[in-house]
């Protein structure tokens, strides 16, 4: 059976290595629309760091390189302002789990930022460390049980989640920040928007983009592929709010 509309920017032979429900297939499905439609697939070079993200270069046809745990943002800095030096500009973003940006890599991910470095990052939220087990994570939310909290978190033994996009926002590099979710297609309309906005935000030389995607991760939450939807729809919208919390050119 033919397949239509695979965008040329994704591997036309790949099988589906996620769980089943994840939402990264359609994360990396939308990173591929927005890379044809702005002609972006021969100059671009994605930086994925250790995690399930990792997957995206199995999916994803065009150059890319894997950072070691936490250190995307440094490695794609390091590609930017090389090929830059040598007069060859490259459209660099990372692609990252929320343990990955805001936990290990926070020092690198908030001075990139800081730096306004021209590179655009896209942080996975699935509130937990996927890959390795689900266990407790940066954006682990109060009261969620994981592998390492499997009485919930509680502020006074864990501390309290960070929230990526608002912090992000406040760094004075950044051009762009927002959080979006794919839980319906509504969501996944405006998750296209505003990842499009970051990337052109980089075309522009505006500096740091990001883009944060609340994300399913079924396997570990232990839900259905529906209930997990509805999870991040009722209850991870109101610890973590859509929106755009910093956009140079509106502001
Ligand atoms: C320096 C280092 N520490 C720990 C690990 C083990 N490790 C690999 S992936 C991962 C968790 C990734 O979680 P996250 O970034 O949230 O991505 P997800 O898998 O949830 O998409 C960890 C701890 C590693 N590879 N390198």
Redesign the pocket.
Known sequence: MQVFNIPRAIKQNSNFTFCPGCDHGVAIRLVAQIIDELKLQEKTIAVA?????VLLYDFLDVDCIES???RACAVATGIKRAHRALNNDRFVFTY??????AS?GLAESMHSALRGENITAIC?N?T?????GG?L?PTTTMGQITTTSPDGRNAHYHGFPIKTAEQIALCEGTSFSARAALYDVKNILSTKNIIKKAFQYQIEGLGFSFVEILSS?PTNWKLSPKDSHLKIQNELTKVYPLGIFKDVKND
């Open positions: 760091s250790s995690g399930c993200s070691p745990h936490g990252q789990g929320d343990g990955d940006f290990i996975i699935n937990n460390y996927g890959m390795t266990q994570g991760c």
